[in-house]
Nanobody, 122 residues
Framework: QVQLVESGGGLVQAGGSLRLSCAAS????????MGWFRQAPGKEREFVVA????????YYADSVKGRFTISRDNAKKMVYLQMSSLKPEDTAVYYC???????????????WGQGTQVTVSS
């Protein structure tokens, strides 16, 4: 079992930065791949980025490449999403997820956090 709690969301102006954090509980955190997804109002939840259990592999959605960076600290059971050059279209609820495979599909993930709101004003 893994429990996930996101934090760090908020209101930021376009062009600004935010860092999201995801705190995990559970003894097997280091064996899980981690991902970030987001859901904008009226839209389906979409993949943002994923990182392998070791941190050696990362995958980014084209829409965030070069602007977002995922990292993890297995000793602290934390995953981070550094977001820069934010755009109004990045406005969404951001979810942290844990799974056994590093994938872009929601079905790759077994555990989800409750989400944190990110709002980017123009």
């Amino acid at each position: 079992q893994v429990q996930l709690v996101e934090s760090g969301g908020g209101l930021v102006q376009a062009g600004g930065s935010l860092r999201l954090s995801c705190a995990a509980s559970g003894r097997t955190f280091s064996s899980y791949a981690m991902g970030w997804f987001r859901q904008a109002p009226g839209k389906e939840r979409e993949f943002v980025v994923a990182i392998s259990w070791s941190g050696g592999r990362t995958y980014y959605a084209d829409s965030v490449k070069g602007r977002f960076t995922i990292s993890r600290d297995n000793a602290k059971k934390m995953v981070y999403l550094q977001m820069s050059s934010l755009k109004p279209e990045d406005t969404a609820v951001y979810y942290c997820a844990a799974g056994t495979t590093t994938g872009w599909q929601e079905r790759s993930y077994d555990y989800w956090g409750q989400g944190t709101q990110v709002t980017v004003s123009s």
